[in-house]
């Protein structure tokens, strides 16, 4: 079984604070303000929540390669074998 990282360093692209948070398991995070310059983060296109697009370590589901409803993404399973 794959061991899924809960924690994630938060990089804001707009002045480069990082902050360490830990990542909701039931939940996507869409929206995040920065601590430092208080933009308000979404996610890139494309990406699930801001912890794909600004993180260190990609959100629960996608570590457990799932999509953000919590339903297997065979898409992708199948391109990374």
Same mark, same amino acid.
């Given at each position: 079984?794959?061991?899924?990282?809960?924690? $994630?360093?938060?990089? !804001?692209?707009? /002045?480069?604070?990082?902050?360490?948070?830990?990542? %909701?398991?039931? &939940?996507? =995070?869409?929206?995040?303000?920065?601590?430092?310059?208080?933009?308000?983060?979404?996610?890139? $296109?494309?990406?699930? !929540?801001?912890? /794909?697009?600004?993180?260190?370590?990609?959100?629960? %589901?996608?570590? &457990?390669? =799932?999509?953000?409803?919590?339903?297997?993404?065979?898409?992708?399973?199948?391109?990374?074998?």
């Amino acid at each position: 079984m794959k061991t899924i990282l809960l924690e $994630s360093d938060l990089i !804001c692209p707009l /002045c480069g604070f990082i902050k360490k948070e830990r990542m %909701p398991t039931d &939940a996507c =995070l869409y929206f995040y303000e920065c601590t430092n310059c208080h933009s308000l983060l979404r996610p890139k $296109s494309g990406d699930c !929540c801001v912890f /794909c697009s600004y993180g260190t370590v990609a959100c629960p %589901p996608r570590q &457990a390669e =799932l999509d953000c409803c919590g339903q297997r993404n065979f898409h992708d399973s199948a391109n990374n074998k």
